[in-house]
């Protein structure tokens, strides 16, 4: 049964579009925590556009769960992983224009810097992941990286599922499905652990969840949109639900 990391940046994205001290996104991992979150995911950007380094400090001394941090290669922000020490740091991409992380790391482009960031954060007891893309070179170089997990960008799946036409859209989703599973298959044989995230929402979770051999799977925005209406808690909770028995869907 894969685990539910909670991702708290756009509660954190709220909170600056106004510049202002709420919402906390650390009273929102308290509130994920107890509506069944296995995990707290939070991004470090390099501009701080969301989360900021008071945040990342306080979430480390206050989340009970997995704590993971996702970052880019950049030293300081390294550096701070280092301090900090995580439960786990995902590697990501990351481009200021961007909205929002818009794919996966290319491991083999930059293999020698993912391997020392990797065996740095390694050496301070921190498990490393690395956002990817569903590529079997891409998974490769990863473990020949040193990571101990990957997690698969799944937006291409997502936006597929936003297709207007039906029957693209299913030719479309059943495409993205099948690069997934079979780059589940492929991190397996590589001795990873396999997570997922980026995109995925109440309605099309399903699908990917059923997928054998992902231990967890990490999503945001849309249970912070849920949670507009229904309380955080509750809304990780539904989430939760979903990801654990996807059959229900």
């Given at each position: 049964m894969a685990g539910l990391g909670v991702n708290i940046d756009h509660v954190a994205t709220l909170r600056q579009a106004r510049r202002t001290v709420e919402p906390d996104p650390v009273w929102a991992a308290v509130e994920a925590e107890l509506g069944g979150a296995d995990g707290i995911t939070f991004h470090l950007r390099k501009d701080r556009r969301h989360i900021n380094d008071r945040d990342a400090r306080v979430l480390r001394q206050t989340v009970r769960c997995k704590l993971n941090m996702e970052l880019s290669m950049d030293e300081e922000v390294v550096a701070i992983a280092l301090d900090l020490k995580p439960d786990q740091a995902t590697v990501v991409p990351e481009n200021r224009q961007e909205i929002t992380t818009e794919g996966g790391l290319d491991t083999v482009a930059h293999a020698g810097r993912?391997?020392?960031?990797?065996?740095?954060?390694?050496?301070?007891?921190?498990?490393?992941?690395?956002?990817?893309?569903?590529?079997?070179?891409?998974?490769?170089?990863?473990?020949?990286?040193?990571?101990?997990?990957?997690?698969?960008?799944?937006?291409?799946?997502?936006?597929?599922?936003?297709?207007?036409?039906?029957?693209?859209?299913?030719?479309?989703?059943?495409?993205?499905?099948?690069?997934?599973?079979?780059?589940?298959?492929?991190?397996?044989e590589a001795g990873l652990t396999v997570h997922a995230g980026h995109g995925l929402t109440y309605t099309n979770v399903a699908p990917v969840a059923r997928i054998e051999g992902f231990t967890e799977f990490n999503i945001g925005h849309s249970i912070i949109a849920r949670a507009v209406f229904v309380g955080l808690s509750e809304a990780v909770a539904e989430m939760k639900a979903l990801v654990d028995v996807p059959d229900q869907m």
């Open positions: 993912l391997a020392e960031v990797t065996s740095a954060l390694r050496g301070a007891g921190i498990e490393v992941s690395a956002f990817i893309d569903p590529l079997g070179d891409h998974i490769a170089a990863a473990r020949d990286a040193g990571c101990d997990a990957i997690e698969f960008h799944t937006g291409t799946y997502a936006n597929a599922c936003l297709i207007a036409n039906a029957h693209e859209r299913h030719e479309q989703s059943a495409l993205a499905l099948a690069a997934i599973a079979t780059g589940v298959e492929l991190g397996l």
